[in-house]
């Protein structure tokens, strides 16, 4: 082991003592030395691992760890993540698919499997349920007057001046008095031309 490892382990050692408020000994033997590097000092790393050697077994079983053991717990947590990320990317499958559809394109309904169309309803009842629930809640006598009002004429402006954009994957229902958009204005009128003498 070479003394900036054996520098690096004793430091953080110290900082897993301070950090924790924890008594922590470490002994390190390499193979050529004669005698173990003990930290903090032989008395106290003796104290220590008394005390450790004299706990009861399932103490000692449920903080000791081997390398095969914390293989297996990196391997479960691993598998986890993947289960994760795998349920991630078939929800976004599914926005995707739903998205498509709502613009006309993509895969025909009648070519997907039934698993996929139980999924996609899942999906769309679940969004029906929120869209729902929202819309009691702001139809209730305990919504706030601020998101009852309708939109300003310049919050209208704003909207209408920017680029169309994609429908969004939940559309939200229309409130009853609210305006749709602004009024187009007419073209403006070409300049009269004058004629030219």
């Not at 030395?33 to 000092?41: D, F, G, L």
């Not at 006309?104 to 969004?127: F, H, K, W, Y």
């Not at 869209?131 to 004429?153: H, M, Q, V, W, Y």
């Amino acid at each position: 082991m070479t003394s900036e490892v054996r520098f690096t382990l004793l430091a953080k050692a110290e900082e897993l003592a301070a950090l924790c408020d924890v008594r922590v000994a470490v002994v390190m033997h390499g193979p050529s030395e004669t005698e173990p590097t003990v930290w903090p000092a032989v008395p106290e790393a003796t104290d220590i691992l008394h005390r450790y050697a004299n706990l009861p077994d399932s103490s000692k079983d449920r903080s000791t760890l081997d390398y095969e053991g914390y293989l297996r717990q990196r391997i479960e947590k691993l598998r986890k993540e993947v289960d994760n990320d795998k349920i991630a990317n078939r929800d976004r499958d599914i926005n995707l698919i739903i998205h498509d559809l709502m613009l006309g394109c993509g895969q025909n309904i009648d070519d997907m499997s039934p698993e996929l169309l139980a999924d996609i309803n899942s999906v769309l009842e679940t969004r029906m349920k929120v869209a729902t629930d929202r819309i009691n809640f702001l139809c209730s006598e305990g919504a706030p007057a601020k998101l009852l009002r309708p939109p300003r004429d310049a919050e209208l402006v704003t909207a209408s001046q920017e680029p169309p954009m994609c429908p969004p994957l939940v559309v939200a229902p229309m409130v009853e008095g609210a305006p749709l958009a602004l009024p187009t204005a007419a073209p403006p009128s070409a300049p009269a031309s004058s004629p030219m003498d």
